[in-house]
């Protein structure tokens, strides 16, 4: 697939996979979907569902290292920054030749990879991220679309990245 083809399944990925409501309980789920599956796969994984800034759900799944609670806050700041997940935006950087830097931002404080993902409510917009981290940036995106898409009782096939 070419960055256009990701990009165009990403924004789909993102109009769909919204919410009618979301509070705390539900991103409690939302985290212990992801911590299920990643247990259930031997996944060393960081987990974060952050609300309003609001840290709501932490695991750290054996396998992770300090580094990768530095890449949960990095690529969540790039969600919440942009309303978009951190895999669009750096693939979109990438695609234009830039970098965080070029847009006034902190790469110690930006992450442009994929792991994190908007939580988009309809008729309100993105209320916070559910972020991943462990695994190769576009197995890191997979994982929060596949809990999202599970949690949303969306087709996970006509939604993932190939």
């Given amino acids: 697939m070419t960055i256009e083809d990701d990009l165009s399944r990403i924004a ?3 109009k769909v996979l919204s919410f009618d409501a979301f509070d705390l309980t539900t991103a409690w789920q939302l985290g212990k979907l992801l911590q299920e599956l990643a247990t259930e796969r031997g996944l060393g994984i960081a987990i974060d569902v952050t609300l309003h800034s609001m840290p709501v759900f932490y695991a750290a799944l054996p396998g992770v290292t300090p580094d990768n609670v530095n890449w949960v806050r990095r ?23 830039k970098t965080v830097e070029d847009n006034g931002l902190s790469g110690a404080d930006y992450a442009p990879h994929g792991g994190s993902f908007p939580i988009n409510v309809k008729g309100t917009g993105c209320i916070g991220a559910v972020t991943v981290s462990g695994l190769p940036q576009r197995d890191d995106h997979n994982l929060a679309v596949e809990a999202l898409a599970l949690m949303l009782a969306k ?4 939604l993932r990245l190939a």
Avoid at 77 to 90: E, H, I, K, P, T
Avoid at 155 to 158: I, K, P, Q, T, V
């Fill in 75 to 97: 690529k969540r700041n790039m969600v919440l920054r942009y309303f978009r997940s951190s895999y669009a935006s750096g693939l979109k950087l990438q695609k234009d030749g």
């Fill in 155 to 158: 087709d996970l096939d006509s």
């Fill in 12 to 14: 789909e990925q993102e």
